[in-house]
């Protein structure tokens, strides 16, 4: 008994139907991922255009470039914001990676990080809290970062850091230092870790220069002379606006040829009768 083989209309009648039915699982995949991309996207617009907290003797500015591959959002964030015995907490990170997961981790590590700093505002304390948070949450993700707390009752200023790149510190004397205090373990890695802090007062004029490692380093430009680039640009913090500043750091970024996203945070301390004695 012989066989009916399927007509060439029918073969063409089924293939029609298999491809349609994988374009439409293609379109739909296409959309939740074009879904996902706007929500990270619109979280970290949200966090970046918090404002910072303004000071008489503490101005900050802030900068972000965006990832150059893959996606055109990543985990680099910064943030200011009051703290409840009236000192104002600073804070800048960089996420694992840059992508759809890494800026939802970041809305996720800025909102913990806020959350400890109501319980405490020691930097030290506030890095130990939110790593322990963090492991417990056991998200497969880490962040470097350092906390920054000024006291604008005395002029002091205390960080903490997380296997975070060193801040820059220039002084309108001409003295600029990279910041090499001792560190912890980036968040979210170790349960139990212990962040050391450091206190400082700020007298005169100057600037803290805080920044991810888009903008000090690349392929073939190594972090030391990104620094020591960012320390020339730092160097005349006297005349310098925080705002220009921070838009002069993040454009050393290009020099790197990174493909990671980048953030700077510019605090400037010294009030106006300070910055008019120095420009006598």
């Known amino acids: 008994m012989s066989r009916r083989r399927p007509s060439p209309a029918s073969d063409a009648g089924e293939l029609l139907d298999t491809l349609a039915q994988l374009s439409g699982q293609i379109l739909d995949r296409i959309k939740f991922q074009q879904a996902r991309v706007e929500l990270a996207a619109a979280l970290q617009r949200h966090v970046l255009r918090a ?127 990279i910041i090499l205090n001792d560190g912890g373990l980036p968040l979210g890695i170790r349960a139990g870790e212990r962040y050391p802090s450091t206190r400082r007062l700020l007298t005169g004029v100057g600037a803290f220069v805080l920044l991810t490692d888009g903008v000090v380093e690349g392929p073939s430009y190594p972090i030391e002379e990104g620094l020591k680039r960012v320390a020339d640009l730092a160097g005349d913090v006297c005349r310098t606006d925080p705002d220009e500043l921070a838009a002069e750091v993040i454009k050393v970024a290009d020099l790197t040829g990174h493909s990671d996203d980048a953030a700077v945070l510019v605090l400037r301390h010294g009030g106006l009768q300070e910055q008019r004695r120095g420009e006598v």
């Open 51 to 177: 404002e910072l907290p303004v000071l008489p003797s503490l101005q900050a500015a802030g900068r972000y470039a965006p990832a150059r591959a893959g996606l055109d959002i990543g985990g680099d964030w910064y943030d200011g914001f009051r703290m409840a015995d009236d000192s104002v907490g600073f804070v800048i990170g960089d996420v694992q990676g840059h992508d759809v997961e890494a800026a939802a981790f970041m809305g996720q590590v800025r909102t913990c990080l806020r959350a400890v700093a109501i319980a405490t505002t020691d930097p030290a304390e506030i890095l130990r809290r939110t790593n322990d948070l963090l492991v417990a949450m056991d998200l497969e993700l880490f962040v470097t970062c350092s906390f920054l707390r000024y006291d604008p009752a005395t002029g002091e200023l205390a960080d903490a850091r997380a296997g975070h790149v060193p801040a820059v510190w220039a002084r309108a004397d001409g003295r600029c230092d």
